[in-house]
T-cell receptor, first 110, second 113 residues
Framework: GQSLEQPSEVTAVEGAIVQINCTYQ??????LSWYQQHDGGAPTFLSY????GLEETGRFSSFLSRSDSYGYLLLQELQMKDSASYFC???????????FGQGTTLQVKP | DGGITQSPKYLFRKEGQNVTLSCEQN?????MYWYRQDPGQGLRLIYY???????QKGDIAEGYSVSREKKESFPLTVTSAQKNPTAFYLC????????????FGPGTRLTVL
């Protein structure tokens, strides 16, 4: 089977740093994506990693280790508006077919 | 402004009725996708299309049908054969067929009574 594992909930305080991990077992792997979804809203794209290493985009960074089938999303200088669900997703082939994790609900407290 | 529109935002139907959800994009994107999201769950791919007049089944296509007659439109029909159709349906598109960055519409919340 194909599966992605990520923690169901994470809590952090405003201004802190939080890391959301994602491990995957899939039949194919082309890259790992991260999406943010506020309650009741549409997911929005955050990052895509095809190669090992760290990609930084503003306060958000994403890391991938293909040999470990592992990645993480790092959020720095947390703000209240970062409270949302975060999904990792694996692109399994040369199309846009994605398999999503169950999501991690991040709660940022004052 | 370019984007993806889905209508309606909320939809109620009686059991046994087919219902069609609309998805339109003016981003000139090649590929379009339909996902289903259940409460507290991730997204699951229903169907996707990389080019006009062609589409592929995703992981949970049973009970659904789609068409792609125009580049900008990708409607999804939820048929009476879908055993548990109540869910949040999200349409997405991507510029390239690789789908590395997908743009999502606001979603349609379907409730079957």
């Amino acid at each position: 089977g194909q599966s992605l594992e990520q923690p169901s909930e994470v809590t952090a305080v405003e201004g802190a740093i939080v890391q959301i991990n994602c491990t995957y077992q899939t039949s194919g792997f082309y890259g790992l994506s991260w999406y943010q979804q506020h309650d009741g809203g549409a997911p929005t794209f955050l990052s895509y990693n095809a190669l090992d290493g760290l990609e930084e985009t503003g306060r958000f960074s994403s890391f991938l280790s293909r040999s470990d089938s592992y990645g993480y999303l790092l959020l720095q200088e947390l703000q209240m508006k970062d409270s949302a669900s975060y999904f990792c997703a694996v692109r399994t082939g040369n199309t846009g077919k994605l398999i999503f994790g169950q999501g991690t609900t991040l709660q940022v407290k004052p | 402004d370019g984007g993806i529109t889905q209508s309606p935002k909320y939809l109620f139907r009686k059991e046994g009725q087919n219902v069609t959800l609309s998805c339109e994009q003016n981003l000139n994107h090649d590929a379009m996708y339909w996902y289903r999201q259940d409460p507290g769950q991730g997204l699951r791919l229903i169907y996707y299309s990389q080019i006009v007049n062609d589409f592929q089944k995703g992981d949970i296509a049973e009970g659904y049908s789609v068409s792609r007659e125009k580049k900008e439109s990708f409607p999804l029909t939820v048929t009476s054969a879908q055993k548990n159709p109540t869910a949040f349906y999200l349409c997405a598109s991507s510029k390239g067929t690789e789908g590395n960055e997908q743009f999502f519409g606001p979603g349609t919340r379907l409730t079957v009574l």
